[in-house]
């Protein structure tokens, strides 16, 4: 069975008083990997169990290949997940965990056990193929959860935060790996996560959820560099929040007269959103407006934290080539190098 | 080696084995004895036992048991098992009633119990005796329904049933293929449980007015008390025997936690 589309339409969900999705749309494209990111309990999860059917929204509709699956049981549903917990079953061997859902759609041994071979042997587990789940270290878990979850060819791949309880470095290897298996199978994925290094590393698009909404959905370059809100700009990297004086569709920052994102004629105290490497930093004592805190050193690049002489802390990302001669203490004259900038109320 | 049994077998372990030998087996070790007396020649034999199965009714009483007991037991785990498994699963704050609920056969009496049922049950069932596996079901409930309770504790319930259902599991392929094969231990105990109790009923058995296993051993003590003694020995070997084939035959796959 091949990768089909998903859409929501509409999609409002409540717990008690809690409004989890609030008329939530989303649309993922035929062999798409969308990730949702965003803070805990923003809805993110909640999206994703309204697509596999294990919570059923209030009002909405849930659309696969344009056919409304609102009201199929979700083991009717065909769409394979791996949970943030380890979700193994633990009274069966690898082997079987993975070719369970073949299982339950009455495939013949012979023909289950080849395809849960031919999975394990994708995530590089096939010679663990005869042991016990808890015989699996934590990332081994989730690549046999992963296979577990395409053996039977799902229409629909939803991934719950399933590197969040693993080692950094186990994290990194699994999530290549996740790329490169979703890549040569093509398969639709719906990705659910609170890091931002995760989503933008894995996606094709990003979806930035923020109480129950879905604020901005794009490419992670274009998210990173035009976030639409504020709140996309301070969740997705870090952002400088510059106080500043806007007229005139401009905002003054350190001396020079920017034009902001989005064009507004109210005038007033605003706070201008700056990315750290949109800052340069210049060693200088005799037009200096800002002196070094901290210099981090990072490898190829440092972070430079200066504070203004108004007191705000600005972060500013260089190359460590380039910055090798600043020290805590130092006197720098500090530089908006964007052409726009993006303002949020003060 | 000295060590490593030293390490297994630790004072706690020792002194709850010793009160568990002399508690439960010194009384079972000297009915033995009592039973294989022969009290005409003075040594030991196995005349009661003797005298016990070729009773005419001997079989028919233990077998009629048995059976009964089976379908108590199917009755348990159809009743209970999904039924704890939605509780889990919903946390519904019904949970806490129903743990309660499930202890009142401790405090009811058997004979207000009888009386009940004899009132609630419609004619039809009263006149059979399938009317038992449904009440003694209700006596097991409190231990039966607390060692599935701590089964289904113990593992990530929501996790794995959620897991289950999203790779194509109804809600019977659940219940039947995943959920019973991982909380084995206490399905295996439940069974045990409700088993041994179903077939030692007494009281109930009799202010119902049937004849079981238990009823018709006390009917025959009254002619021979060591071979109602052999009788009662046999009682509890035949059942140990059959739970521990059932545990051999059922295939150990649960080994969550060993290494």
Same mark, same amino acid.
């Not at chain 1, 199978?185 to 923020?210: I, Y």
């Not at chain 1, 005139?248 to 706070?271: A, C, R, T, W, Y």
């Not at chain 1, 037009?287 to 070094?292: E, H, L, S």
């Not at chain 2, 706690?12 to 009592?34: D, H, K, N, Q, R």
């Given at each position: 069975?091949?990768?089909?589309?998903?859409?929501?339409?509409?999609?409002?969900?409540?717990?008690?008083?809690?409004?989890?999705?609030?008329?939530?749309?989303?649309?993922?494209?035929?062999?798409?990997?969308?990730?949702?990111?965003?803070?805990?309990?923003?809805?993110? /999860? *909640?999206? @994703?169990? &309204?697509?596999?059917?294990? %919570?059923?929204?209030?009002?909405?509709?849930?659309? =696969?290949?344009?056919? $409304?699956?609102?009201?199929?049981?979700?083991?009717?549903?065909?769409?394979?997940?791996?949970?943030?917990?380890?979700?193994?079953?633990?009274?069966?061997?690898?082997?079987?965990?993975?070719?369970?859902?073949?299982?339950?759609?009455?495939?013949?041994?012979?023909?289950?056990?080849?395809?849960?071979?031919?999975?394990?042997?994708?995530?590089?587990?096939?010679?663990?193929?005869?042991?016990?789940?808890?015989?699996?270290?934590?990332?081994?878990?989730?690549?046999?959860?992963?296979?577990?979850?395409?053996?039977?060819?799902?229409?629909?791949?939803?991934?719950?935060?399933?590197?969040?309880?693993?080692?950094?470095?186990?994290?990194?290897?699994?999530?290549?790996?996740?790329?490169?298996?979703?890549?040569?199978?093509? /398969? *639709?994925? @719906?990705? &659910?996560?609170?890091?931002? %290094?995760?989503?933008?590393?894995?996606?094709?698009? =990003?979806?930035?959820? $923020?109480?129950?909404?879905?604020?901005?959905?794009?490419?992670?370059?274009?998210?990173?560099?035009?976030?639409?809100?504020?709140?996309?700009?301070?969740?997705?990297?870090?952002?400088?929040?510059?106080?500043?004086?806007?007229?005139?569709?401009?905002?003054?920052?350190?001396?020079?007269?920017?034009?902001?994102?989005?064009?507004?004629?109210?005038?007033?105290?605003?706070?201008?959103?700056?990315?750290?490497?949109?800052?340069?930093?210049?060693?200088?004592?005799?037009?200096?407006?800002?002196?070094?805190?901290?210099?981090?050193?990072?490898?190829?690049?440092?972070?430079?934290?200066?504070?203004?002489?108004?007191?705000?802390?600005?972060?500013?990302?260089?190359?460590?080539?380039?910055?090798?001669?600043?020290?805590?203490?130092?006197?720098?004259?500090?530089?908006?190098?964007?052409?726009?900038?993006?303002?949020?109320?003060? | 080696?000295?060590?490593?049994?030293?390490?297994?077998?630790?004072?706690?372990?020792?002194?709850?084995?010793?009160?568990?030998?002399?508690?439960?087996?010194?009384?079972?070790?000297?009915?033995?004895?009592?039973?294989?007396?022969?009290?005409?020649?003075?040594?030991?034999?196995?005349?009661?036992?003797?005298?016990?199965?070729?009773?005419?009714?001997?079989?028919?009483?233990?077998?009629?048991?048995?059976?009964?007991?089976?379908?108590?037991?199917?009755?348990?785990?159809?009743?209970?098992?999904?039924?704890?498994?939605?509780?889990?699963?919903?946390?519904?704050?019904?949970?806490?009633?129903?743990?309660?609920?499930?202890?009142?056969?401790?405090?009811?009496?058997?004979?207000?119990?009888?009386?009940?049922?004899?009132?609630?049950?419609?004619?039809?069932?009263?006149?059979?005796?399938?009317?038992?596996?449904?009440?003694?079901?209700?006596?097991?409930?409190?231990?039966?329904?607390?060692?599935?309770?701590?089964?289904?504790?113990?593992?990530?319930?929501?996790?794995?049933?959620?897991?289950?259902?999203?790779?194509?599991?109804?809600?019977?392929?659940?219940?039947?293929?995943?959920?019973?094969?991982?909380?084995?231990?206490?399905?295996?105990?439940?069974?045990?449980?409700?088993?041994?109790?179903?077939?030692?009923?007494?009281?109930?058995?009799?202010?119902?007015?049937?004849?079981?296993?238990?009823?018709?051993?006390?009917?025959?003590?009254?002619?021979?008390?060591?071979?109602?003694?052999?009788?009662?020995?046999?009682?509890?070997?035949?059942?140990?025997?059959?739970?521990?084939?059932?545990?051999?035959?059922?295939?150990?796959?649960?080994?969550?936690?060993?290494?």
């Amino acid at each position: 069975m091949s990768s089909k589309s998903l859409i929501l339409r509409n999609i409002s969900k409540r717990f008690g008083n809690v409004i989890a999705l609030d008329n939530f749309n989303l649309e993922v494209g035929v062999g798409e990997l969308v990730a949702l990111l965003g803070p805990s309990g923003c809805g993110k /999860t *909640t999206a @994703l169990r &309204v697509v596999a059917g294990l %919570e059923h929204q209030d009002s909405g509709t849930v659309l =696969v290949a344009n056919e $409304n699956i609102s009201d199929v049981p979700a083991h009717k549903r065909n769409m394979g997940m791996v949970f943030q917990a380890y979700s193994l079953f633990p009274n069966l061997t690898v082997e079987e965990n993975v070719a369970f859902g073949l299982q339950m759609r009455k495939v013949s041994k012979h023909v289950r056990l080849k395809k849960a071979h031919e999975l394990l042997d994708l995530v590089g587990l096939d010679s663990q193929s005869k042991r016990f789940t808890h015989q699996l270290s934590g990332g081994q878990q989730q690549r046999v959860a992963l296979a577990r979850a395409l053996a039977f060819e799902p229409e629909i791949l939803l991934l719950d935060e399933p590197l969040s309880a693993l080692d950094a470095q186990v994290r990194v290897n699994l999530r290549e790996e996740i790329r490169r298996l979703q890549l040569s199978l093509g /398969t *639709t994925t @719906l990705f &659910v996560t609170h890091d931002q %290094e995760e989503a933008m590393a894995l996606s094709d698009r =990003v979806g930035v959820m $923020n109480n129950g909404v879905l604020e901005q959905i794009d490419t992670p370059d274009t998210l990173y560099n035009k976030p639409a809100t504020s709140f996309v700009a301070s969740f997705v990297g870090t952002m400088n929040r510059i106080p500043a004086q806007l007229s005139d569709g401009h905002v003054q920052l350190f001396g020079k007269k920017i034009p902001v994102l989005k064009n507004s004629n109210e005038s007033g105290k605003v706070i201008a959103l700056v990315r750290p490497e949109s800052i340069s930093i210049k060693s200088t004592e005799s037009d200096a407006n800002a002196k070094v805190l901290t210099r981090l050193f990072m490898g190829a690049s440092s972070n430079i934290v200066c504070q203004t002489k108004d007191g705000t802390v600005i972060q500013s990302l260089r190359s460590s080539a380039e910055s090798g001669d600043l020290h805590p203490g130092s006197a720098v004259k500090l530089e908006v190098t964007n052409k726009e900038v993006l303002i949020s109320n003060a | 080696m000295a060590k490593a049994l030293r390490a297994k077998f630790q004072p706690p372990l020792v002194i709850t084995l010793l009160i568990l030998g002399l508690f439960v087996f010194l009384p079972m070790m000297s009915a033995f004895e009592y039973s294989i007396r022969t009290p005409l020649t003075g040594g030991y034999g196995w005349t009661h036992y003797i005298w016990a199965v070729t009773k005419d009714d001997f079989f028919h009483y233990i077998l009629r048991s048995m059976w009964l007991a089976g379908v108590t037991v199917l009755i348990t785990l159809f009743v209970l098992v999904p039924t704890l498994t939605w509780l889990h699963l919903s946390n519904s704050k019904v949970r806490g009633l129903i743990d309660g609920l499930s202890l009142l056969p401790l405090v009811i009496p058997v004979v207000a119990f009888a009386v009940g049922a004899q009132i609630s049950f419609p004619e039809f069932v009263q006149n059979t005796v399938l009317e038992l596996p449904f009440l003694y079901f209700v006596l097991a409930l409190p231990y039966a329904y607390r060692s599935l309770d701590i089964g289904l504790n113990s593992i990530p319930l929501k996790t794995i049933t959620e897991a289950a259902r999203s790779a194509g599991a109804n809600w019977w392929r659940t219940i039947t293929a995943v959920i019973v094969p991982v909380i084995r231990g206490s399905v295996m105990a439940t069974i045990a449980l409700t088993f041994a109790l179903s077939l030692g009923e007494y009281t109930l058995t009799v202010l119902l007015h049937w004849d079981t296993f238990p009823t018709w051993v006390t009917n025959v003590a009254q002619d021979n008390i060591l071979g109602a003694i052999a009788i009662s020995m046999m009682s509890l070997i035949i059942p140990f025997l059959i739970l521990t084939v059932i545990t051999l035959f059922v295939p150990e796959r649960s080994t969550q936690g060993r290494k």
